[in-house]
């Protein structure tokens, strides 16, 4: 009876089908970003620095509860949300505040300066992401596990999978879309995806790597290039999706990737990062928060496939 | 007399080339961490950087002063921090460094020397 009456609110819904789902998972995932670093600043400004540091290790723990809860779950839109959720927990906490309490207090670090005609200023890439800098082999080696697993979904790895002449090789998967948690693969997915855009603008941003003239402004003019083009393809694929959890996986890395574009034109003094000085813009930093409310409201409201709330997954 | 300005302002000219030289020389290879002179640079800089690097800017800046202060008194900061106890005052770290990031703060248009010549009036 349910699942009749949500197929039929689901065939009725003038509202949730392409491109709307599409649209408003990627609106959602650039606010999620935004709001992201401002939840940062306000815990660092609430809390301090050093009491910052050790909530930090109980909030990721939680994060790690929340996690388990929707692991155990059977509902695939709950596990994608909570995966969601605790990846960005575990990263903000036990990666970026980890980082930035070895960076700036355990290992002493000073901060990056850039020089100019009116001397020296303090440069946007502080000692926690001097840090995460470094960790580029470390991403790299566990992205060649993705590539050479034949388990893995996400079309990227699909497709050096096929470039690479691996599918005959790897075989096919042995998991069906039943067998997956799709809690942990969120989870994971939030962090990895996260962690390689963070990796590449810093990259990008090295002035040890690329200088700070001609060839930093075109390594930089080409990111963009590349994170427009790249999220511009994921995002007209995303614009055709129907089901929201799948939705809100895709929009992950297609928010993430556009974001890469945003980083530069922050670093180019293009616009204010307002996400980063909430105190100076309350009132605009409201407005993102409330509608970012109410599209995750809007979502968690919208009429949902039975496979999605769990029918039809093995108990 | 004229003598004496003229040639006063001739060394003058020609300190701030080699300033001018010299800052070029200290360049710090581009992806490192802080500044080439930290004495030379003013208490609103290293006021930001307290922000970002609290602990690495407290201590380039002691270095620094240990630095200028061997260069006055011969004596290494070790040394004068002994002597110092035995005149009544307690000196560590926190407190060295401390007496630095308080006076910056509190006049950030001064240079960083100016912070380390003010406590070296109290050390020395």
Known sequence: MTTVAINNSLGESKLWKPPIVGIVTFVLMLFAIALGHTLMVLIEHWLGHETTYIASIFLGAAGIVLLWYGVKSKNENLQTWIGFLAGLTIWMTWVEFFYMWYGRANWGMVPRMIMSDDGPTVSGTYPEYMVMGATIGLLLMQLCFYTF?????????????????????????????????????????????????????????????????????????????????????????LLKFKRISTALRYAIPVGSIFWVSVEVATKWKLFTEIWIHPWDYKIEMTVVFGAFLSLVLLLVLAPKKPSEVGRGRPA | MIRSISLFVLMGFAMLLSNAASAEKLKLPAGMGGVADIGATSCDVFNKMMVI????????????????????????????????????????????????????????????????????????
């Open chain 1, 149 to 237: 697993d034949k388990d893995t979904r996400c079309n990227m790895f699909l497709w050096f999978q096929k470039k690479l002449g691996l599918q005959e090789g790897l075989g096919p998967s042995t998991k069906t879309a039943k067998d997956r948690n799709y809690a942990i693969i969120t989870f994971m997915e939030t962090i990895y995806v996260t962690w390689f855009c963070y990796a590449w603008n810093l990259l990008c941003f090295d002035p040890g790597l690329v200088g700070a003239g001609e060839f930093y402004f075109a390594i930089n003019m080409a990111s963009v290039f590349v994170a427009f083009v790249w999220s511009g393809y994921c995002f007209s694929r």
């Open chain 2, 53 to 124: 690097g609290p602990l690495g800017t407290k201590r380039l800046l002691l270095t620094w002063a240990q630095g200028y202060y061997h260069a006055k008194s011969g004596k290494t900061i070790n040394e004068i921090i002994e002597a110092a106890e035995k005149a009544g005052q307690a000196w560590d770290f926190d407190s060295l460094t401390g007496h630095l990031v308080d006076y910056c703060a509190a006049d950030p248009d001064a240079l960083t020397s100016a912070a380390v010549i003010n406590l070296g009036e109290q050390l020395l």
